[in-house]
């Protein structure tokens, strides 16, 4: 048996669109973007012996970039286009070292 709600509370799996839902909610953080940052520090007898800076920022790719966070691009491990230039860039290097190396032996 079931107790009736109040009149003025709204049901949580109401439809009449009253309330937002966690995809509004969702959406909104996403094309906003929220920033969360905090600092822990740890010191004893007036002597710092630990200090942890913490930032997270939750957004959309697209509103990142229009912040200009576009880390994930130069990272290797996330971006195949970051792989290829890091390649090139050892395989360059290798290069030149066997072309130094071939001129030290003739």
């Known amino acids: 048996m079931t107790t009736p709600r109040p009149s003025g509370l709204p049901s949580p799996y109401a439809s009449d669109g009253s309330s937002a839902n966690l995809a509004d909610i969702l959406e909104r953080v996403l094309d906003k973007g929220v920033v969360i940052a905090g600092d822990i520090?740890?010191?004893l007898l007036?002597?710092?012996?630990?200090?942890?800076k913490l930032r997270l920022v939750v957004a959309s790719v697209d509103r990142a970039k229009e912040m200009?966070?576009?880390?994930w691009e130069s990272?290797?491990?996330?971006s195949s286009?970051?792989?290829?230039?890091e390649l090139a860039r050892e395989n360059a290097d290798l290069q030149r070292r066997i072309a130094e190396l071939?001129?030290?032996?003739v």
């Open 68 to 71: 200009g966070i576009d880390w």
């Open 41 to 43: 520090k740890i010191n």
């Open 46 to 52: 007036d002597i710092e012996l630990l200090t942890i």
């Open 102 to 105: 071939e001129g030290r032996t």
């Open 75 to 78: 990272d290797p491990a996330l």
């Open 81 to 85: 286009r970051a792989r290829g230039s």
